[in-house]
C-alpha cells in the first residue's frame, strides 16, 4: 500500500512561485507513474505532470510548459512541482497520484491507483 502526502501549497499573486511536494509512504515493487493533477472549482480534474520513474522525462500539459517543472528525490521518496508566473487560472486544488507501471506510455494511459488529500493553490491578479 502507498500513501502520498502533499504539502506546498498557498497563495501568491500573480508571476510568483510555489512549490509542492508529495511524500510517498510504502513502496512499489515495480516502475511506477508519478503524476500531479489538479482540479479549478466546479471543473473537471486535468494532469498537470507526470513522470515514469525508470528512465522518463517529465510531461507537461500544455498549459504549464516552461513554467511548471517536476522533480523527483528518489532518496527521499518525495516529488516535487516547482511552479513558476503562475496565472489566475492556475488556481486550483492539485493532487499528487501514483500507479505501478511497466512502460513510459502507461502513464498516459488508464487510472491512477493511489492520491493524495490535495493541497489549494489560489493565484490572484
Known amino acids: 500500500q502507498v500513501h502520498l502526502a502533499e504539502s506546498g501549497g498557498g497563495s501568491v499573486q500573480a508571476g510568483g512561485s510555489l512549490k509542492l511536494s508529495c511524500g510517498a509512504s510504502?513502496?512499489?515493487?515495480?516502475?511506477?507513474?508519478w503524476a500531479w493533477f489538479r482540479q479549478p472549482q466546479g471543473k473537471e480534474r486535468e494532469e498537470v505532470a507526470h513522470?515514469?520513474?525508470?528512465?522518463?522525462?517529465?510531461q507537461y500539459d500544455d498549459s504549464v510548459k516552461g513554467r511548471f517543472t517536476l522533480s523527483v528525490n528518489n532518496a527521499e521518496n518525495t516529488l516535487y512541482l516547482e511552479m513558476n508566473n503562475l496565472k489566475p487560472e492556475d488556481t486550483a486544488i492539485y493532487s499528487c497520484?501514483?500507479?505501478?507501471?511497466?512502460?513510459?506510455?502507461?502513464?498516459?494511459?488508464?487510472?491512477?491507483?493511489?492520491w493524495g488529500q490535495g493541497t489549494q493553490v489560489t493565484v490572484s491578479s
Open positions: 497520484a501514483a500507479k505501478e507501471a511497466y512502460s513510459k506510455a502507461s502513464c498516459f494511459i488508464g487510472e491512477y491507483d493511489y
Open positions: 510504502g513502496r512499489f515493487d515495480s516502475s511506477y507513474c
Open positions: 513522470i515514469y520513474t525508470v528512465g522518463g522525462l517529465p
